[in-house]
């Protein structure tokens, strides 16, 4: 089965010599994939390379098998929040989600409405977005990013802000859509904690290098949380380093 993502040998340095180093991972329909790191170990880098927005130093990004340099085909069918969602202070909601609307030429006219549903700010829809908590405007993020029915959504820290009943609340969205819909995830965070409960796979990102890619019960396997399946790596990284 042809991927959706498949990156070979990415790097993306930048001009003070942080980014990313010899990344090659691929990702199959309907899985959640966790890109685990501190911050600042290219968690960032990677999804700006995927989605355009730098352009890498070397190496291959291909979505639904097309070279994601070619944007517009590639990228169609792809939806993200990377960072801080930028929003209008006086527009609402619902107004911000119209105007997405029309890059979209097929979106069904009740859309808008069930998207603020899924995301839980329906209550909010008419409410200026200068007025959300930062918690809203990340959901408000979701929402521009699941607008359009993408087949596979890049989420950097997508519950950062969030308190708890929420942050379950955006877990919950990724789970089921994953598994009822199929969609494919690429999700970064630096808690292992929120990995481990929403991942099917990780991805351990440290100072610009992979250092592992497995399944999450492989990870699990041998350690007994994602935290010290993480630190398990951190050291056998610093221990094969010769001083």
Partial sequence: ????LSLNHLTKLYRNGRG????????????????LGPNGSGKTTIMKAITGLVTPTEGTISLF?????????????VGSLIEQPALFENLSARDHLRMAARYYS????????????????????????????????????LALALLSQP?????????????????????????????????????????ASEIEKM???????????????????????????MEDFFLAKVRDKKGSVVL
Avoid at 20 to 35: A, E, K, T
Avoid at 65 to 77: D, I, M, P, S, T
Avoid at 108 to 133: A, H, M, T, W
Avoid at 199 to 225: I, Q, W
Wanted: glycine letters at 6%.
């Fill in 1 to 4: 089965m042809e991927p959706v």
């Fill in 20 to 35: 990313v180093r010899n990344i090659s991972f691929s990702v199959q329909r309907g899985q959640i994939v966790g890109l």
């Fill in 65 to 77: 098998g097309e070279n994601a340099l070619h944007r517009e085909a590639a990228l169609k069918k």
């Fill in 106 to 141: 097929d979106l069904k006219k009740d859309r808008i409405d069930q998207v603020l549903e899924l995301v839980g700010l329906f209550p909010y829809r008419n409410e200026r977005c200068g007025r959300f908590s930062l918690g809203m405007k990340q959901r408000m993020g």
């Fill in 151 to 191: 087949e596979l959504l890049i989420l950097d820290e997508p519950t950062n802000a969030l308190d708890i009943e929420a942050t379950v609340e955006i877990r919950t969205i990724i789970m089921r859509l994953a598994q009822e819909q199929n969609v494919t995830f690429l999700v970064a965070s630096h808690l």
């Fill in 199 to 225: 991942c099917s796979h990780v991805l351990v990102l440290y100072n610009g290098e992979m250092l592992s890619f497995d399944t999450k019960e492989e990870a699990l396997r041998l350690n007994p949380s």
